[in-house]
């Protein structure tokens, strides 16, 4: 066996316990069945349910409960991607058909085919994006993603259709009233929610902070829309319409984050700027590099 292909053997199933010489690479040896193994095979099965491996001469290592069916690597060693540009995409694309409604494009009034996008796409897919952001350590984005994939859930969970009837049983004799200071009082809870984030996002990119900040001015202008309504008491439509102009905002914003993420030179002939505030470390170590280079 060449020294390249024993430090892989070591790297799957650990170092080699002291005892004979390897093989050479035509030296053989039995098998369970009394069959004759080359050290080539010994190599290809060094490691996994075929391995012929002595115990003698090396300690396997527990898989620990892993699946993965091809090269071994070891946990310490990988790394994971970056979750971010996942749960921004699951957030813009709900973002942004929510908002068009509430803008009424296309005369759409009814709210219905976000519950799908809101269940599906921005509540699990977003919410899956969450944990991973709090398995790679950013406690940030795990708080972020997390809470509004929750929001996209339970916004859906409102507004099933004679699922759980939230909004049937805040109406009394066709008085949507109680419905309406119900959702505006929640839409409130979520504007407060985003202006702790918004605080956040102060030391980071400026592409970042408006991205925050648009759906900030989002939810507080719905929640005033639906506690403030119109003289036949329906939620207030240029209010509403101001609220989904904002959500576009925030969805294009969200989009354009995401991109920022993925575009690198691996797969992109541009790198999205991203604007650093000039408090934000990056942007003092750039202007400290700026004027040191002009002296």
């Not at 219905?112 to 952001?133: K, P, R, S, T």
């Not at 956040?200 to 001015?217: G, N």
Request: aromatic share 14%; charged share 15%.
């Amino acid at each position: 066996m060449s020294a390249e292909q024993n430090h892989g053997l070591e790297k799957d199933v650990g170092p080699a316990a002291p005892g004979p010489a390897a093989p050479t690479a035509t030296s053989t040896s039995a098998g369970p069945n009394g069959d004759p193994i080359t050290s080539e095979e010994r190599a290809r099965f060094g490691y996994g349910p075929l391995s012929h491996v002595d115990p003698k001469q090396a300690v396997l290592r527990p898989f620990g409960g892993e699946f993965q069916p091809g090269l071994y690597k070891s946990v310490e060693t990988r790394k994971f991607a970056n979750p971010a540009p996942l749960g921004l995409c699951a957030f813009a694309l709900t973002t942004f058909v929510l908002s068009a409604i509430n803008m009424q494009a296309r005369d759409i009034t009814a709210p219905n085919i976000v519950v799908a996008l809101a269940f599906g796409y921005g509540g699990l897919v977003q919410l899956l994006a969450g944990m991973w952001e709090m398995a790679v350590g950013n406690t940030f984005g795990a708080t972020a993603l997390s809470s509004y994939g929750g929001f996209w859930l339970a916004f859906a969970i409102v507004l099933t259709p004679g699922g759980f009837e939230i909004e049937a049983s805040l109406t009394e004799n066709g008085d949507e009233t109680m419905f309406y200071n119900s959702f505006g009082l929640f839409l409130m809870g979520w504007f407060i929610f985003t202006t702790i984030l918004l605080f956040c996002t102060l030391r980071s990119t400026v592409a970042f902070f408006l991205l925050f900040f648009f759906l900030d001015l989002a939810f507080l202008l719905l929640g005033v829309g639906y506690i403030q309504r119109d003289a036949d008491g329906a939620p207030n439509p240029p209010v509403i319409k101001a609220g989904g102009f904002f959500g576009l905002l925030a969805a294009f914003a969200a989009w354009y984050n995401a991109l920022a993420g993925i575009a690198d030179s691996s797969n992109s002939f541009f790198i999205l700027p991203v604007a650093h505030f000039p408090w934000s470390p990056t942007g003092r170590a750039r202007r400290e590099k700026t004027q040191r280079e002009t002296v």
